[in-house]
């Protein structure tokens, strides 16, 4: 997987200080726009590690955002950020554990099937049972901020732009942590299961465990992810579980390219732009949607990064 | 839910109130004339079209016989479809909040999309009038000053139909449902209506939202032993029901009664299956009052479609609103006013005039109606001024 | 539990299995014989149902439907794998679910932009518009009996073509080993355009039988393809005997889930698959593996 | 003279970036039948997936009675007359072993069927008693001689036999030798590959020496036998 090279580099962190400046110039409404596409970002990001590290796509990866973002609701109200946020990355990667070794188990197609009906079934549960609330969703208090062991509640004219902030903090912290990360011999490895897993098993690689690891962390960086979204929004709903937005995290995914680390983050930000747009333009959403899809899954196959100036493997 | 996951503390809402009344907020320039930006937040594509095109024409259409006029104000609609999908909830409500400056906002049917709408109006003290969805939370624990709701909590229409089954002798019944907020608050009411005529619920009955494989619920129903049969479905899967619970032979020897959204719209396609169907709502056709005539006639001459329980809901939203801009001289803005102005009026709806109750839900006659030949014919009153009991509604 | 309820939900469970078999085993097929993933197999359900809601209402014989949507699944499915398909056999996973994926988008945005977002009730034929008593108590629809009579039919149809002609067994073959196919000098192109035109007609059929006992909606297709899934991974993938086992193991299962376990009704299926999958991670009938 | 029924020309193929045949120059005559040697991983597998097509040619030719098929689809080539019984025999499990020849059966391009179906039972009486038996319930040896069978139904001219014994118990390996000769008295072409070195040398007409993807040695099986160096350095022999 490319991780994006110097020029790259340059014109991600441009791109980032362009967000950061938004407070002073756009609206408070394209300040929540745009963390929208930061957290869209992030989840899409943390499936690009199970995609475009390992090879391996999940239908269910939105089951883990969900969790991570039901979190926020199922923790007692007025917590600190630094408590909540790990607790949703944690409950996630717990959930991500049994998932991940039953669908472990098989490979390709049959985990594709396999992942989606999990995911299927954790959306039932917060879904269909009284855990998370019931069918409708519900509201959250947001988790407060914690400076020198004083908790601050964000005022709400500041809100949008401290939650900009954060997530595109958040963002950077997460894009440097996996690129950081597929530079270890972990991140060799799961490169090497994406090319021959076979080879990697005959070389005395245990796959699986390797697989596995990889999904937890991904589950526990949606997990990340789901929680800022609660946070943003200030509320939950079963929705936030169904296979159509983990379809939809794979469209970012592919629409900024799967050879790249940085193609979610390019993906998310022209997904959501994309959806922007469209509301502006026509009524018929989804048909704009399918179009641009189809038309990148024919015409883009390397997606938006591969537009970008090429960088170095990360795995070689 | 459990009471730690109220959305906001009262008091940080009462500050936020208070901020947005001392002017914190961009403040609509109501002395200069500019129009009064209403928001229309409404299905107006998915299975719940229909409904959104009523609600948003009656709306219309009350604003024309005002001349154009409410509270001193020209009204802008600002329509924005909320295609009925709670995950896109959020990022509508900041469209017509954020970027179309909505001053108040009307919407929705749907009650997962409505809870967005709520928590907006909480958080930014933005009027909102409810025009449908009839989740009981709105007007219960997330009740507040500046959420009203013009159509029904799912609980009161239920608990007519139950009050009525019990009074007329039935002893047992079981409640058949979609396993959603919906299903389960109107069975809640059934519960009630049936225990305060001295009947009882035997059985809950669900299956998942929103399918229509109905035959493993139906073929259970003979052996509960039951006098009747209540039940919350709306739209195809009321159609659907009906048709199935007439094919599976039921009809004739358990009678089939329910909310009145299992009848309302959809006797077309049910067709015979639905002769004879009992429910209970809030409105119902044969309605003989002046107000209703004249409505109906009106509505009919603007749209050339007949006017239904969602038009009515949609009408009386917009005279509450009014009512609310009168009280304040056109600014929605104080809120404290406003909430008095539609809480101290007495809306003269189609359905009969209605007043609010202390946590801004109607309280108001729920009918019993009979399908017969494509119509709801009101045949009776099932529960007389009722109001959904608002348990949990603390207003600040 | 009262036997006679037992006996009706056991009908339920069959016609149901029945019906989802239809949809699974184009499913399973066109994914053993040529690797690819279609999630718009749904939309073919779904387009099979509307077909018959329109010409129910345009002509009033809903019969007319059947071989409309046969020969309409037949065209359709062809156009689809030689026009589309067809350049992605050799593509990722990955890029075969965006694909259908956007089909998914396109063909109801289609549908809404034609038929409109309504739900429709779809008229039982009058013919059949009548109940036969199955207990003292219970009565079941003549139509949902005329269903499970045509599924079973059909079901038995694609048996024989699977298994006694020489197509079936290239099918058969293609699915198992489809570069051993090319080798014996069979043109794997034909055996894929008949697979996608079959696959689709039957889903199209299953949409055109069910629209009068489930209604026309949107997004109907969905619910229908995830459950089917569960039936391939159950089943194991490329096997139409698995296919149908699966689908009516399926069928029984969730029926008597919600009618016995209506707590966790929307698990059950799929805590059925998680045991399967542990037992056997290929499927139950996984074809010559 | 007639052109080869099957010709490579400077033939060139691989995996991923590496190349595993780096020129290779090979012709099959009408009825000639050619031992294809060399140890492991020396490129003999991959020879013969580019000469069905089943590898992309990288650079180089293939040849068909003189006709360029380097870009032809193999079924095409298939239906050519070239049949193969690959190494790990293909068999379809899931078919019983009359389907499994039935559906190979075709006549050759001039429409004559020298090996119908009663002949390829006759010559393997066993694959008769086991008619109904599906694949998955053949015995190694059995699944073989489907396999030959399998490829004569489609009246090849040429039959490419990879690894034909392996795995087998070594009765069993006889009688396939055995009913290689049978074929090979038929008259039809062959290309074999083998590690049992003495049996490929008494069948066929020629022995190519493949290493590391280029040919080092051809000539006739008596030369090779008497060069028993040659033998020990390519074939460890």
């Given amino acids: 997987m490319l991780v994006a090279g110097r020029t790259g580099t340059l014109l991600l962190l441009l791109g980032a200080a362009v967000v950061a400046s938004m407070p002073w110039w756009a609206s408070s409404y394209h300040l929540q726009l745009a963390s929208t596409a930061l957290v869209s970002a992030m989840f899409a990001l943390s499936l690009q590690l199970l995609v475009g590290g390992a090879g391996m796509v999940s239908l269910g990866h939105a089951a883990f955002f969900g969790v991570g973002a039901y979190a926020v609701y199922l923790l007692p109200p007025g917590l600190s950020i630094g408590l909540t946020l790990p607790a949703a990355a944690l409950l996630a ?87 950081a990360l597929m530079r270890t011999l972990f991140g060799h490895a799961l490169l090497g299961i994406r090319a021959n897993e076979d080879r990697m098993q005959a070389l005395g690689y245990d796959t699986r465990r390797i697989k596995l690891v990889a999904f937890v962390i991904a589950g526990a960086l949606a997990g990340i992810s789901g929680h800022m979204w609660a946070m943003t929004e200030a509320f939950v709903n079963p929705e936030f579980l169904s296979w159509h937005r983990s379809a939809e995290a794979l469209l970012m995914v592919l629409l ?38 189809l038309a990148v899954v024919l015409l883009l196959p390397k997606g938006l990064a591969g537009l970008l100036p090429r960088g170095k493997e990360g795995g070689r | 839910m459990p009471a730690g996951s109220m959305p906001l503390s009262r008091r940080s809402f009462g500050a936020l109130a208070a901020a947005a009344a001392a002017g914190g907020l961009a403040r609509p320039a109501v002395a200069q004339g500019a129009p009064l930006r209403i928001g229309l937040m409404l299905p107006f594509s998915g299975t719940f079209a229909a409904l959104g095109e009523n609600i948003a024409a009656a709306v219309e259409l009350y604003i024309a016989e005002k001349g154009g006029r409410i509270g001193g104000r020209t009204p802008q609609l600002i329509r924005l479809d909320d295609e009925s999908n709670p995950a896109n909830a959020v990022q509508n409500v900041n469209r017509l909040v954020g970027r179309d400056r909505a001053e108040v906002m009307i919407g929705t049917v749907h009650s997962g999309v409505v809870m967005a709408l709520v928590q907006a109006s909480r958080e930014r003290g933005v009027p909102l009038i409810i025009p449908n969805a009839g989740n009981v939370a709105a007007t219960r624990e997330l009740c507040s000053p500046t959420v009203f709701r013009s159509s029904f909590s799912n609980w009161q229409p239920a608990y007519g139909m139950g009050l009525a089954l019990a009074k007329s002798g039935v002893k047992r019944a079981c409640w058949v449902t979609w ?54 479905f709306a739209g195809g899967g009321a159609v659907q029901f009906v048709r199935e619970y007439a094919a599976a032979g039921l009809k004739d020897r358990i009678p089939l009664t329910g909310s009145g959204f299992l009848t309302e719209g959809v006797l077309g396609p049910q067709g015979a299956a639905a002769e004879g169907v009992r429910t209970a709502l809030h409105y119902g056709d044969g309605l003989d009052n002046p107000k209703n005539t004249a409505f109906r006639a009106a509505f009919k001459q603007r749209t050339n479609r007949d006017a239904d329980v969602y038009a009515v809901q949609g009408y009386d939203a917009a005279q509450m609103l009014a009512a609310g801009l009168e009280a304040t001289r056109g600014d929605p803005t104080a809120e404290a006013a406003f909430a008095r102005g539609i809480r101290s009026a007495r809306i003269d709806s189609p359905r009969g005039a209605f007043t609010l109750s202390p946590s801004h839900n109607p309280v108001q006659n729920i009918y019993l109606r009979e399908a017969r030949g494509g119509e709801n014919r009101v045949i009776g009153v099932a529960a007389e001024a009722l109001a959904d009991p608002g348990t949990g509604c603390r207003m600040t | 539990m009262d036997l006679s309820g037992l006996f009706a939900q056991v009908l339920n469970g069959l016609q149901y299995g029945l019906l989802l078999f239809l949809i699974s085993s184009g499913l399973t097929l066109i994914f053993g014989v040529m690797g690819v993933i279609n999630l718009a197999h749904g939309s073919m359900f779904m387009i099979g149902a509307y077909l018959a809601y329109v010409i129910a209402s345009l002509t009033g014989a809903l019969w007319l439907a059947l071989p409309l949507a046969v020969l309409g699944g037949l065209a359709m499915g062809a156009a689809l794998e030689a026009g589309l398909f067809r350049r992605f056999y050799k ?53 949902r009996l005329a269903v499970l009579v045509v599924c079973l039919f059909v079901a038995l149809l694609m048996f024989l073509g699977i298994e006694r002609t020489r197509i079936g067994s290239a099918v058969r073959a293609a699915a198992e080993k489809p570069e051993m196919v090319d080798l014996l000098g069979l043109d794997a192109r034909r055996i894929h355009l008949l697979v996608f035109a079959v696959g689709t007609a039957l889903a199209m059929l299953a949409g055109a039988l069910a629209a009068p006992l489930q209604s026309v909606y949107p997004n109907m297709g969905e619910s229908f393809l995830i459950i089917c899934f569960v039936v391939v991974v159950v089943g194991g993938v490329g096997s139409i005997a698995g296919a149908f086992w699966a689908a009516l193991l399926i069928g029984l299962v969730d029926t008597l889930g919600k009618a016995y376990l209506p707590e966790i009704a929307g698990l059950v299926v799929y805590l059925l698959m998680a045991g399967v999958l542990l037992w056997r991670p290929s499927g139950l009938f996984a074809p010559g593996r | 003279m007639t052109p080869p029924i099957l010709e490579a020309r400077g033939l060139q193929a691989g995996y991923g970036e590496g190349l595993v045949l780096r020129g290779v120059d090979i012709a099959v005559r009408p009825g000639e ?138 009765l069993l390996r006889d009688e396939i030798w055995r009913t290689i000769r049978t074929i090979r008295e038929a008259g039809l072409a062959c290309i074999v590959v083998d590690k049992t070195v003495g049996a490929v040398l008494s069948v066929v007409d020629r022995a190519e020496i493949l290493v590391k993807g280029s040919l080092v040695w051809s000539g006739r099986p008596d030369a090779l036998r008497a060069d028993p160096e040659l033998m020990h350095r390519h074939l460890g022999v």
Avoid: C
Avoid at chain 3, 99 to 105: G, N, P, R, S, V
Avoid at chain 4, 48 to 61: E, F, H
Avoid at chain 4, 89 to 106: D, H, K, T
């Fill in chain 3, 91 to 143: 593509r990722e996973h990955l890029d075969q679910v965006l694909l259908t994926f956007a089909l998914i988008l396109l063909f109801e945005e289609a549908r809404s932009a034609m038929l409109g977002n309504d739900f429709h009730a779809v008229p039982v034929p009058a013919i059949l518009d009548f109940s036969v008593p199955v207990t003292a108590e219970f009565a079941y629809s003549a139509y």
């Fill in chain 1, 93 to 179: 990667g717990v959930a991500a554990l049994p998932v991940g070794a039953l669908s472990l188990r098989t490979r390709g197609f049959f985990f594709l099937m396999v992942t989606l009906a999990f995911g299927q079934m954790l959306f039932f549960l917060f879904h269909d049972t009284p855990l998370g609330g019931g069918k409708d969703g519900v509201f959250v208090t947001r988790p407060a901020f914690e400076i020198f062991g004083l908790l601050w509640e964000v005022p709400r004219r500041q809100r949008a732009q401290v939650l900009l902030w954060v997530n595109l903090g958040l963002l950077i912290a997460m894009y440097a942590a996996l690129a």
């Fill in chain 2, 179 to 232: 396993d959603y907020a919906a299903g389960a608050e109107s069975g809640q009411g059934f519960a009630d209506g049936l225990k305060a005529g001295g009947g009882e619920l035997v059985r809950e009955l669900k299956l998942p939202f929103p399918e229509t494989n109905f035959q493993p619920l139906l073929a259970q129903i003979p052996g509960l032993n039951v006098d009747a049969v209540g039940s919350f």
């Fill in chain 4, 33 to 170: 039948a050619i031992g294809l040697m060399g140890r492991n991983g020396m490129g003999k597998t991959t020879l013969i997936r580019t000469l069905l097509g089943q590898l992309p040619a990288r650079a180089g030719q293939v040849l068909a009675d003189g006709r360029d098929i380097t870009r032809e689809a193999t079924f095409r080539r298939a239906q050519r007359g070239i049949a193969v019984v690959p190494e790990g025999r293909g068999v379809f499990a899931s078919l019983s072993v009359m389907e499994n020849l039935l559906l190979a059966a075709r006549p050759d391009a001039d429409g004559r069927t020298p090996w119908p179906l009663e002949r390829v039972l006759t010559t393997f009486p066993r694959l008769a008693q086991r008619a109904r038996n599906r694949g998955d319930q053949l015995s190694g040896g059995e699944q073989q001689m489907l396999a030959i069978g399998r490829a004569l139904m489609t009246n090849p001219r040429l039959l490419i036999l990879d690894e034909a014994t392996e795995g087998l118990a070594p």
């Fill in chain 1, 256 to 293: 900024g390219g799967i050879g790249a680390l940085h193609g979610p983050i390019l993906g998310a930000f022209a997904y959501v732009g994309l959806g922007e747009a469209a509301t502006l333009i026509t009524e018929r959403q989804r048909l704009v949607e399918g179009l641009v899809f």
